[in-house]
């Protein structure tokens, strides 16, 4: 009787015992004054995933684009933090940008394009309990259009010659 295909099959069970994986959405809002946060509960000892699916935000006025920035903070027995954000969902797609791995990760200021679907993946090991915690915050940014720098510079100038000209008076 061979026994090593039994054993790959019970040494993959029992390597995938203690992973967990979550699939979450969330608004992501454009605004650096209202954050968007969770506390999430991790109910599994070993690693898991967490994917967190949004839609980029678009400013109908000002912006196509936006800049975002995410945190994740450990509160309790989680070790080996990332994070990593991806065009598209679940993964699925390319890979925009990776945190460092470690007690915790950040992106700060990734630019993301308007109207298309993002999603990050949070990895990390519940160590030496049954639950671990761990905070997401994500903060967007509106990036101006080129059209709005042109206004602003348009305004300076207009305001600095009136200024010069008072001057002269």
Known sequence: MNLKPLAVVVASLLGTAGASAATYAFTMPLSPATPFSSFVQVSAPGMFTDFWNFTAPVSAV?????????????????DMMQVALFNGSNATGSLVASGATGESSEL???????????????????????????????????????STYAMFAAGMAAISLVVMRRRQA
């Not at 630019?111 to 993946?121: E, L």
Request: proline share 7%.
């Open 62 to 78: 000002q912006a196509s684009s936006a800049t975002i920035s995410i945190d994740l903070a450990p509160f309790a027995n989680i």
């Open 108 to 146: 700060q200021n990734i630019a993301i394009t308007g109207g298309n679907m993002y999603s990050f993946r949070v990895t990390g090991s519940v160590a030496n309990a049954a639950t671990g915690y761990y905070t997401f915050a994500a903060i967007a940014a509106p990036i101006p259009e080129p």
